[in-house]
């Protein structure tokens, strides 16, 4: 229900009712707010229970930055060791074959599995826990903001000029192709907060 956008950002999530809703034991519904909460997507406020987290333009960059800073490393750590990256190449076969009717969420679901195959193929068990930690906060911008994206093909093309990347060996351009992938990214989400803020105003 978060990541799909149908709760509000701010959302509160009092007990009973989702407990009621979701058919679950309160306790039940306890802990897996908690888990949440450890991943950012919940926050818990004195006397007012779980409410869905805001994210704020300064929350943006911050997650980002740490996204950036593993990815980039992730890049080169399976490029110096020659690491193929089937699952990569997978999400981009999957978006060539997205219709132009393609939904948001689709394209999410296939962007963050070919970044989520650069981050498993360095093998490396803190790189993989580090980015845990954040994915499920990149997905809520992506969930709360909707940014504009071109067309399926084009994001498709994008996606594939970075496996491209990755495949002709050369580091130092990848990284920077990688750079610029992400800061684009982080822009479109900032500019999709600014518009909402307007909204909202």
Not at 99 to 127: K, N
Request: aromatic fraction near 4%.
């Amino acid at each position: 229900m978060i990541l799909d956008g149908s709760l509000e950002p701010g959302a509160r999530l009092r007990e009973t009712e989702f407990s009621q809703r979701l058919g679950i034991a309160r306790h039940t519904f306890r802990a897996a707010a908690q888990i949440l909460i450890n991943e950012g997507l919940l926050r818990r406020l004195p006397n007012r229970g779980v409410q869905l987290a805001v994210l704020d333009r300064d929350d943006i960059v911050d997650i980002f930055r740490l996204r950036e800073a593993l990815e980039i490393e992730a890049v080169r750590l399976g490029m110096s060791a020659g690491t193929e990256i089937p699952e990569a190449a997978a999400a981009v076969e999957r978006f060539n074959d997205l219709g132009e009717d393609a939904s948001w969420r689709t394209v999410v679901d296939i962007d963050m599995a070919f970044h989520r195959a650069i981050i498993d193929a360095t093998g490396s068990e803190r790189i993989n826990r580090a980015y845990a930690g954040v994915q499920s906060e990149i997905l809520l911008c992506m969930a709360q903001l909707r940014p504009h994206y071109d067309r399926p093909e084009d994001v498709a093309a994008e996606h594939r000029e970075l496996l491209e990347a990755i495949r002709s060996g050369d580091v130092d351009a990848t990284e920077k192709l990688f750079r610029k992938h992400l800061g684009d990214a982080a822009d479109n989400l900032t500019t999709a907060l600014e518009a909402r803020e307007e909204v909202t105003a």
